[in-house]
């Protein structure tokens, strides 16, 4: 029981950085906009969030610089692509690229210091329960509220929202900075509770895989939870085969949690109407109000 | 603050080159597989750089690039050579064969590729012999273990993290003989999460002491984390571990790179398969902490004999895994150790 106990944190653990940038990206895409910059919010979350914590003290201090990086990254982004409007795949690319670069230039002198973690009770730390009442607050705003329509709509159609009179521009706008603002949580997440350290590129991928997570779980908030926990727990278990002498291949465990992960949300989005139906169709699209 | 400066430097450089010749004598240049911050192989490495330009001045202009995988290390190996380099370290064993085939293009520069085992006229390999300090842990893990249990995190099944296994084994072994060790290969070199979960699920299932080969201070942390103990890797951890740390394996690159950084400038250089240990330097402990006194001087005597020579971790007949013995192990067994001695449950992952 206690292992199994100890096993469930260590998932909680690994999902939940995941959870928190798909959970971002879920609502950028639904409005229609394409961030491939996920990792580079994310890296510059985590060095943001670590040196928050390490200047002032206070590990939640660094929550806060953490989402503000985050989301000082995704304003730039918007600028580029909804102001100056930049192709969104391309300025997606160059902003990891950017943030991989800065966080290193910001961290340089964090390297090789130990961090201050976050408190956690049992093993589980604030931002667990946070990430669950994100999942059920994104849920229902999308699906629940008048807001979460205009979102929609704008991200399925920019043209009818804006003839309806919704600012097209400002959604987005919007839903790019709460996507940057879950980046950078996520980021933040690594550096002060996941391993409480800065090392350079220490998200390691983790923000592709959340934004591969965003696509195969059909934008939908309840199938990016199950992702990144089916996620976190194929990783684990892999782990735990090994641990236990069990005589698979390790290369083969190391990629199961992909394999499994894109497997199973491949099976579950077998209804080709409902994939359609949350798809948003001018995602990526730029929008240009007088044409 | 040193990396905007030296991005302006190397800019300015760039510029300057076409009009101005250029005032050092030798460009040495290093590949590194990892991020110069991850505080452990690559930032090892680029203290070496550090070095040389510390010990040799004005003679020598440096370059560097970081985090290149593997696949990427073609391109950058070629352009270093296409921008002058006399002399490109390649820091990582997958590196082999792009350095290889870039060597044979470019046969005026040299080529140092670290802990591989294939060389040409103009490429040299060059590697530390880590496994002696894991003889050494292995010792203290033995003595300093309650469950006698292991949790050994690695990246890749590659020769110089086999031989390092075995020899901690053998280390363990000369203390403990049943001694146990749990293996988890995280097929990477760099994922602090992930460095992080594999210790985590060790210390679940009965070990209580981490080891790793992986690059991250990330798994010495959880056993602090836990109340369990641990090693530092590559670089002294302590400062992430006070707790937990009991020694680290530390690199010491710095007197190798401007020992062939010099050969190249007096024009001494020649292709060779170098293989620094405790010895030379290359390889050293740091301070021994979290322990009783006993088990402290056991294992400054271990590395004194190490030292020494007086003791070899491989030394005498060994038993591998499969039960049939080796009655000498030589150095070229170790550089290409593709399998376990005995005492080891894991499968070797081939």
């Known amino acids: 029981m206690d292992l199994l106990l100890t096993l469930v944190s260590i998932i909680m653990t690994a999902a939940t950085p995941l959870l928190l940038a798909a959970l971002g990206e879920t609502v950028t895409e639904r409005a229609g906009v394409l961030n491939l910059g996920v990792e580079g919010m994310m890296i510059m979350g985590a060095v943001a969030g670590f040196a928050g914590a390490a200047l002032s003290g206070n590990p939640f201090v660094g929550v806060v610089t953490a989402i503000l990086a985050g989301m ?53 730390d604030p931002l667990v329960p946070f990430s669950f009442a994100m999942v059920a607050a994104v849920s229902w705003f999308l699906f629940r509220s008048k807001g979460g329509l205009i979102v929609r709509a704008v991200g399925v159609s920019h043209a009818s929202a804006h003839a309806l009179g919704y600012n097209v521009v400002g959604v987005r706008y919007l839903a790019v900075l709460f996507g940057g603002a879950m980046a950078g949580l996520g980021g933040g997440y690594l550096s002060l509770f996941y391993t409480p350290q800065w090392v350079e590129n220490m998200s390691a991928g983790r923000g592709w895989i959340a934004l591969a997570l965003v696509v195969f779980a059909s934008w939908l908030p309840l199938r990016v939870l199950a992702g990144a926990y089916l996620f976190g727990t194929i990783s684990i278990l892999s782990f735990v085969l090994q641990a236990a002498g069990v005589g698979i291949p390790s290369q083969f465990l190391s990629s199961l949690p992909y394999l499994g992960t894109i497997l199973a949300l491949v099976v579950i989005s077998g209804n080709k109407a409902l994939t359609r139906r949350n798809t948003p169709a001018n995602l990526g699209q730029a929008f240009v109000p007088d044409r | 603050m040193k990396k905007f400066l030296m991005t302006v430097a190397a800019a300015a450089m760039m510029l300057g080159a076409a009009g101005a010749a250029n005032a050092a004598d030798v460009k040495a240049c290093w590949v590194y597989v990892g991020p110069i911050g991850d505080y452990g192989w690559s930032y090892q490495h680029h203290q070496g750089l550090e070095a040389v330009k510390k010990e040799l001045g004005d003679k020598v202009e440096t370059a560097y690039a970081e985090n290149v995988t593997e696949a990427d290390s073609e391109k950058t190996f070629e352009r270093f050579a296409r921008e002058g380099c006399n002399i490109i370290f390649a820091t990582s064993f997958g590196y082999m064969d792009p350095v290889l085939k870039v060597a044979a293009k470019f046969p005026d520069v040299k080529f140092e590729h670290a802990t591989g085992y294939k060389t040409a006229d103009n490429v040299t390999t060059y590697n530390a012999k880590f496994h002696e300090g894991r003889y050494v842990i292995g010792q203290i893990a033995a003595k300093m273990s309650k469950t006698g249990v292991a949790g050994y995190i690695v990246s890749f099944p590659i020769p110089e993290v086999v031989a390092g296994i075995n020899s901690f084994m053998l280390g363990a072994q000369s203390v403990n003989p049943d001694f146990k060790v749990k293996i988890v290969w995280v097929n990477t070199w760099f994922d602090p999460a992930k460095e992080a979960d594999a210790a985590k699920v060790l210390l679940s299932q009965g070990a209580d002491i981490t080891v790793q080969h992986t690059d991250s201070a990330a798994p010495l942390q959880q056993a602090e984390a836990a109340g369990a103990l641990g090693f530092g890797q590559a670089s002294d951890q302590i400062k992430f571990a006070p707790k937990a740390q009991l020694t680290a394996i530390v690199d010491n690159w710095a007197p190798y790179y401007v020992r062939r950084v010099n050969d190249v400038l007096n024009g001494t250089w020649k292709s060779q398969q170098s293989w620094d240990g405790m010895a030379e330097g290359t390889v050293s402990m740091a301070a021994y902490t979290n322990m009783p006194e006993d088990v402290a001087k056991m294992a400054a005597e271990t590395a004194e004999a190490i030292k020494t020579g007086k003791l070899t971790p491989f030394g005498g007949k060994i038993t591998k895994q499969d039960g049939s013995v080796v009655d000498a192990v030589d150095d070229g067994m170790i550089l290409g150790m593709n399998w376990y001695v005995k005492g080891i449950d894991d499968q070797l992952p081939q």
């Open chain 1, 72 to 124: 000082a990254m995704a304003l730039l982004f918007g600028f580029l692509t909804l102001t100056l409007l930049a192709n969104q795949v391309a300025t997606g690319l160059a902003l990891t690229l950017l943030g991989l670069g800065l966080s290193a230039l910001i961290g340089e002198s964090f390297v090789g210091q130990p961090g201050i973690k976050l408190p956690s009770w049992a093993g589980i």
